[in-house]
């Protein structure tokens, strides 16, 4: 298998054929997966939730930093098209006895792996392991340290495109701790593929990237001023490190600045939608009477990210 | 020219519709298989005058050459508005040919419940069969040479006509 060295996500004929990082990739690609998604909603709505596409494959969901949600969801999504799917928590098997990452893959690819879904503290894991594995099996970036978290940028482009249909005329939000976010990374390149006009980054200096205007964004340190006028808020998780490190005084000052208060949120568009990628610290970057309210869109993300990831899945394993 | 011409959609459609007329009753479910067989679907539905919503089914997650080409790139969605579950169905192609579709068809039906029956109505049957699945209402069989391929198309205002594509070039 030929891959294209300057992105080792595509294969010689330009098709996915590993998801690492959502930086590069063709607009096209993006809209194939967003479209074949939707599909796979009506799937799960059905009484029999299964399509048999990935009948025979083992999925491996190596997950070498903890993660109950995104960990679960792939699983689902990867039963509901019917493959046998193995959960690997590695932080507490051969990790522990000195393996290196690359003999555990090795290891696994041994035993009839056709997939390799990769969760790992440290940037460019799941490019180190889909440079190194068989060419036949493709490897799905979960949430790579602070570089990339491709399903889940992809997950909010759905619920996006589903509450406002284009983002031609969209004002989008990002509001938090942007410089140890890659879910804020994931979405910021899908948004400017997609081609939203205004993508605003919201947060105190110490949690914003240094020349993160270079990334095609506008900066805001005032959150009623970034909030005005917005279609829609996405909101990120502040990490329980950050709230005592010396980054920020406090979570209580955080959630006084850039906490999304219902008078805050009142700002934004009368029908602008507030997303949030979980697990939400209520009262430190959210409001409980927001996340809760008529605007959220945090559970239906949820279910949108099964079909996300039924639809990277099956299109990769074709392709 | 290649050939002898391909017969009219629309005369295919109105013989199709007649030959189905008596054989619908009020909770028969139709439903239409994407592209072309949702076309005609919508027709049938119209002029049978049918109380149950339309279904219509794209069979791309349960096509069986998934392994050897990948997921077809523009999926459409499946959406069976009715209790597929005790009822009688017609499934609606354009154009009968190995008769792989309506087997991904029927897979996917009964993901969705178990039928009392279901009836196959095709436009064209081009012959070529691969499985054991013969059309219960046809417009036409017609003789196409291998390598080359009918296909229903739809202009701007909604009338059907069938074209050749394929190899074949024509001096």
Redesign the interface.
């Known amino acids: 298998m030929w891959l294209d060295p300057a992105n080792p996500q595509l294969n010689k004929n330009g098709e996915l054929h590993h998801l690492l990082s959502l930086e590069g990739l063709p607009a096209e690609i993006l809209w194939q997966i967003l479209d074949t998604a939707k599909s796979f909603v009506g799937v799960t709505q059905r009484e029999v939730k299964k399509v048999p596409l990935l009948r025979g494959k083992a999925v491996f969901n190596l997950f070498f930093e903890p993660s109950t949600r995104t960990r679960t969801t792939f699983e689902i999504a990867a039963k509901r098209l019917s493959a046998d799917v193995i959960n690997l928590a590695i932080n507490v098997s051969s990790q522990t006895k000195g393996e290196s990452v690359l003999d555990t893959v090795a290891n696994l690819s041994a035993m009839q792996a056709d997939m390799f879904v990769v969760r790992h503290a440290a940037s460019g894991a799941p490019h180190l392991i889909a440079r190194h594995v068989a060419p036949d099996i493709h490897v799905i970036n979960a949430g790579d340290g602070r570089h990339s978290h491709p399903t889940q940028g992809l997950l909010d482009m759905f619920t996006i495109r589903h509450y406002k249909k284009d983002f031609s005329s969209l004002r989008v939000a990002i509001v938090g701790d942007i410089l140890h976010s890659r879910v804020a990374r994931s979405q910021i390149h899908a948004l400017t593929t997609l081609g939203c006009p205004e993508i605003r980054v919201i947060g105190p200096k110490t949690l914003l990237p240094s020349h993160v205007e270079n990334l095609g964004v506008h900066v805001h340190h005032e959150m009623r001023k970034g909030l005005k006028d917005v279609d829609v808020v996405m909101m990120l998780r502040l990490q329980n490190e950050r709230m005592q490190g010396p980054l920020l005084p406090s979570a209580q000052e955080f959630y006084k600045y850039y906490g999304l208060t219902e008078d805050k949120l009142a700002l934004a568009k009368p029908d602008a939608i507030v997303l949030h990628p979980g697990p939400m610290n209520r009262g430190v970057e959210i409001d409980s009477s927001v996340a809760d309210g008529r605007q959220s869109v945090i559970l239906p993300q949820v279910t949108f990210g099964i079909a996300i990831r039924m639809a990277v899945m099956s299109i990769l394993a074709g392709n | 020219m290649p050939g002898t011409p391909l017969p009219d959609a629309e005369q295919l459609l109105k013989a199709l519709t007649d030959q189905m007329r008596p054989e619908v009753g009020p909770e028969t479910g139709l439903i239409g298989i994407h592209t072309g067989g949702v076309w005609l679907a919508e027709r049938l539905h119209r002029d049978l005058n049918l109380k149950v919503p339309l279904g219509t089914l794209?069979v791309?997650?349960?096509r069986d050459d998934?392994?050897k080409?990948?997921?077809h790139?523009?999926?459409?969605?499946?959406?069976i508005p009715f209790e597929v579950e005790g009822r009688h169905l017609i499934l609606v192609d354009d154009v009968l040919y190995t008769g792989r579709t309506i087997r991904a068809a029927m897979?996917?039906l009964f993901?969705?419940?178990r039928p009392a029956s279901i009836r196959l109505a095709a436009l064209v049957d081009r012959g070529g069969r691969e499985l054991p699945v013969a059309a219960r209402f046809l417009g036409a069989a017609v003789t196409v040479a291998p390598g080359r391929s009918i296909e229903l198309k739809r202009d701007s205002d909604g009338r059907l006509s069938l074209a050749l594509s394929g190899d074949e070039h024509v001096a």
Do not use: A, C, M, P
Not at chain 2, 73 to 79: A, E, H, N, P
């Open positions: 794209d791309s997650f349960y998934y392994e080409i990948g997921l790139r523009d999926v459409k969605t499946s959406d897979n996917e993901d969705y419940g």
